[in-house]
């Protein structure tokens, strides 16, 4: 079997196209596991081998429940869990959406919140996906917290929000 075949195609099921796969999402993202295995007809120890091979922690297994972690673009919005992120974050982005973001701060854009990373390996390598070398911004969650802005668990290297104003991300100085 094809994993990363099959992780992407899990991802895309939970992320942003439950209904073409008759799943049942509820409010935290959650689906019943058989109907995703049903779907896919693939097994548990598939889902499992599937999580163990993934660099980057983005499904959860909840008894008889799965989700994705983040990354979602479906309709519904997805409940996370408020937490309190490192006091400095990172976001790698393209050269070309700096003049947007001075403007408009962070904004979700096709995804329900901002991914931030807490470290610049991980936030380089996001921004790499758009940019071969990407612009590398530093996020004040400390002042940001202090404002009321609030931060949400995505996993172990990835926080959440809905939005991030410019005044708290530091633009590199060129």
């Known amino acids: 079997m094809d994993y990363i075949k099959l992780s992407k195609e899990i991802s895309y099921a939970l992320r942003h196209a439950p209904w073409e796969y008759e799943l049942e999402m509820n409010e935290d993202g959650f689906v019943p596991l058989e109907q995703l295995l049903s779907a ?3 097994t548990r120890d598939d889902v499992i081998k599937v999580m163990e091979i993934s660099e980057k922690k983005r499904l959860e297994l909840d008894g008889d429940k799965i989700r994705a972690l983040y990354g979602h673009s479906i309709p519904m919005h997805i409940k996370k869990a408020e937490g309190t992120p490192p006091a400095i974050l990172f976001h790698g982005t393209a050269k070309r959406f700096i003049p947007s973001i001075k403007e408009a701060g962070l904004l979700p854009m096709k995804r329900q919140y ?10 380089t390598a996001v921004g790499k996906r758009r940019d071969s070398a990407p612009v590398l911004l530093k996020i004040d969650t400390q002042h940001a917290i202090a404002d009321g802005i609030k931060f949400y668990v995505g996993n172990d290297k990835v926080w959440l929000c809905n939005q991030l104003p410019t005044k708290y991300i530091v633009f590199p100085e060129n």
């Open 40 to 42: 896919l007809e693939i």
């Open 114 to 123: 901002v991914h931030l990373s807490v470290d610049e390996e991980t936030a």
